[in-house]
Nanobody, 115 residues
Framework: VQLVESGGGLVQAGGSLTLTCSASGMLLAIASISWDRQVPGKEREMIAGINTGGSTAYSDSVKGRFTISGDTTNGTVWLKMNNLEPGDSGVYYC??????????WGHGTQVTVSA
């Protein structure tokens, strides 16, 4: 499974960005796709995920502000980020878990939120 993230950039606090994860390869083997975030000085955390059934989950830090959507079977998942805060700045990674519990990650896309 190959994953490519796009859509990162610089935005002012309160603004919005939409990230896109494009997956290729053995798409039917994917059980879920998630967005992880690496903030400087902190461990990478999973902030949003969606499974093949369309069920979603969010970390408390983004719940109510971010929305994950898409279809894991066609390999495109979006992360709509609203009301961005400077603390949301970091590198955002798309990750996929297969039905055999193998994990894959993209190279990440930088999001910078200015105060």
């Amino acid at each position: 499974v190959q994953l490519v993230e796009s859509g990162g950039g610089l935005v002012q606090a309160g603004g919005s960005l939409t990230l896109t994860c494009s997956a290729s390869g053995m798409l039917l083997a994917i059980a879920s796709i998630s967005w992880d975030r690496q903030v400087p000085g902190k461990e990478r955390e999973m902030i949003a995920g969606i499974n093949t059934g369309g069920s979603t989950a969010y970390s408390d830090s983004v719940k109510g502000r971010f929305t994950i959507s898409g279809d894991t079977t066609n390999g495109t998942v979006w992360l709509k980020m609203n009301n961005l805060e400077p603390g949301d700045s970091g590198v955002y990674y798309c990750s996929a878990r297969t039905i055999r519990s193998d994990d894959y990650w993209g190279h990440g896309t930088q999001v910078t939120v200015s105060a």
